[in-house]
């Protein structure tokens, strides 16, 4: 389980990212059992227009989670892992509405996600039962 997530993080590390934490995700694909991996594409956007202060920042322009749809079939259960970069801990990464949505769509029966350094947790789209809790 862990070798998931530290995979799924070990590939966000491979992008310049700006952002205080890296976001990644590792699938396990329905139809041939290959394992296909994304990261989080930030855009740098002015802040100007948000706050006033002139400065450029990165904005989630598409999570992690919604670029792996294009590399996956249903049936995939995927693992998605959000890291600090401050001392390396995992950190809350449950796919937001959006992404839980698509993801059903694309037929993804299984969530794991990362919530802390000693939890994770699943979510079921297929069957839409309350996530489930572990410790690592
Ligand atoms: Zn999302």
Redesign the pocket.
């Known amino acids: 389980m862990i070798e998931m997530f530290q995979m799924a993080l070990e590939y966000a590390t491979r992008r310049q990212d700006e952002r205080l934490f890296l976001l990644g995700t590792v699938a396990i694909r329905g139809s041939d059992q290959k394992i296909v991996k994304s990261r989080n594409l930030p855009v740098m956007i002015d802040q100007d227009v948000m706050s006033g202060y002139n400065t450029r920042y990165p904005y989630p322009h598409k ?1 992690s ?2 670029n792996i749809i294009a590399k996956i079939t249903p049936k995939t259960v995927i693992w998605n892992a959000r890291g600090r970069k401050l001392d390396g801990r995992f950190a809350m990464a449950r ?2 509405q ?2 839980e949505t698509l993801l059903g769509y694309a037929g993804v029966e299984k969530v794991y996600y990362t919530i802390s350094e000693l939890e994770y947790g699943v979510m079921f789209l297929k069957s839409k039962k309350d996530d489930r809790i572990y410790q690592f």
């Open positions: 999570h989670e919604a796919p937001c959006t992404c």
